[in-house]
């Protein structure tokens, strides 16, 4: 009888809201909602159609007006729902007025159902079915806005949110072999007789079709899964004590990437939200051979510049030489190889240059670097170039020369002045 009186107090809760009004910082969601068509008959393809809805969201306190938000008229349905765990009511969901990126939602009915997953199973080993199960079940999804990105799934019984689930860490980047934080936390409404009747998490990996679990813990009865991936765990006291299911990954591997769904099971009735890892590693990079060999104007010389231990598989390789004045010449991107594909996950690849001395500038040598671009920051590497034997004077040399030509044609005069003279006295004694 619990599960009616419950119902019963969440349908007056919707009486008392709608004659309520008053301002509400949460928000008014856009949804899409699922309409199905016949029940029990056909597949969701066939039996479901999508109208527009909107959702009006309000914390426990406050209450949003209807009367005075104006409707648009391709508006089908509007929802009224109260969330105590103020998950909807955060900043990411509620756009400020007047933006054009809005949250995306989803509105679905759903039906309560047993799970037979090993660590989901003892929630509903009573076999009695509640109340509750008979019940008007709908389930939103919301994605909030691009940049303070938060994916909510809130399951409503009438017009309150009885459970959600939320994350704050949509996508979540990594550098390898450091540990990462995937962030997911779930509420039950304090006044549901689901609440204390016992939650599971699973996490669930999910990559290009592959799927498998990371990590099953039945909260019932505190017990983790046996098959579990190695590194991965919970923090049992924050999932206990505040609903924090977040997975924590200790050492963290290239194959590691891929989509997480955190889901949370109370008796028959589940929400899951996912996350995204990525695993982004610069490359190491080199130049060979290093040193470069001396240069013999007109000669071709190749150089090759090696990226290694990076992911994903993003590089953009260019050349380019600075001269002893700094000015930089950009000589392409070289002839980039194929990927290799190390046993860690990481790939490397090289790029091959083919230098034509004659080509530079002022046939002189400078700083030749090979630079990598690479989602996880851009590297590069640099070494020296010497070009020997020709080489157009520079005005210091040509000054120079001016001054030695001077200094051998003075001296020359002085020698022919010198010789001449005593000439001059030998003949004056003759
Ligand atoms: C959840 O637990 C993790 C690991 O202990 C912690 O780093 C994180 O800050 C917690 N999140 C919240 C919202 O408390």
Redesign the pocket.
């Known amino acids: 009888m619990t599960g009616f009186s419950t119902i019963y107090k969440l349908s007056l809760l919707a009486v008392f809201s709608l004659v309520q009004g008053c301002l509400s910082s949460c928000p008014v969601i856009e949804c899409w909602y699922t309409l199905e068509k016949s029940r029990g008959g056909g597949g969701l393809a066939s039996g479901a159609n999508q109208v527009n809805a909107l959702l009006f969201v309000k914390s426990e306190e406050q209450q949003h007006d209807r009367e005075t938000m104006n409707t648009p008229s391709d508006i089908e349905h509007t929802f009224s729902i109260t969330d105590s765990s103020g998950f909807l009511c955060h900043k990411a969901l509620n756009p400020p007025e007047g933006s054009i990126k809005k949250p995306h939602c989803e509105l679905n009915q759903i039906q309560p159902q047993p799970s037979s997953l090993l660590w989901v199973a003892p929630l509903t080993d009573s076999a009695q079915s509640p109340l509750y199960l008979q019940a008007d079940w709908r389930a939103a999804t919301i994605h909030g806005l691009d940049k303070e990105m938060s994916v909510t799934k809130a399951i409503s019984l009438f017009t309150a949110v009885i459970l959600s689930v939320t994350t704050k860490t949509v996508f979540v980047t990594a550098r390898l072999g450091v540990p990462a934080?995937l962030?997911c936390?779930f509420w039950v409404d304090p006044s549901s007789p689901l609440h204390g009747a016992g939650f599971s998490v699973e996490w669930r990996y999910q990559f290009r079709g592959n799927g498998h679990l990371v990590l099953g813990y039945d909260g019932k009865n505190d017990r983790l899964s046996d098959i579990r991936d190695k590194g991965a765990m919970l923090?049992f006291e924050?999932v206990h004590q505040?609903g924090?299911a977040?997975l924590?990954l200790s050492e963290t591997k290239v194959k590691q990437s891929g989509t997480y769904i955190c889901s949370v099971h109370v008796p028959y009735l589940l929400a899951q939200v996912a996350v995204e890892l990525e695993i982004v590693e610069p490359p190491s990079i080199s130049i060979h051979p290093s040193p470069p060999p001396i240069i013999i104007p007109g000669q071709i010389v190749t150089l090759h510049c090696e990226a290694s231990g990076f992911a994903p598989l993003s590089l953009d390789f260019s050349w380019e030489l600075t001269d002893s004045e700094g000015n930089v010449t950009p000589l392409g991107s070289g002839s980039v190889s194929g990927h290799r594909e190390g046993y860690d996950g990481t790939y490397s690849q090289s790029s091959k240059l083919q230098l034509d001395s004659a080509k530079l500038e002022q046939g002189r040598g400078g700083e030749l670097s090979c630079v990598a671009a690479h989602p996880g920051g851009t590297r590069r590497a640099s070494v020296t170039l010497n070009v020997i034997g020709f080489s157009t004077p520079s005005i210091e040399d040509s000054m120079a020369m001016v001054g030695v030509a001077l200094v051998l044609y003075g001296l020359i005069k002085f020698v022919s002045w010198t010789f001449t003279g005593s000439d001059k006295k030998l003949i004056g004694c003759l």
Do not use: P, Y
């Open positions: 934080l962030d936390s923090d924050g505040n924090n977040s924590i």
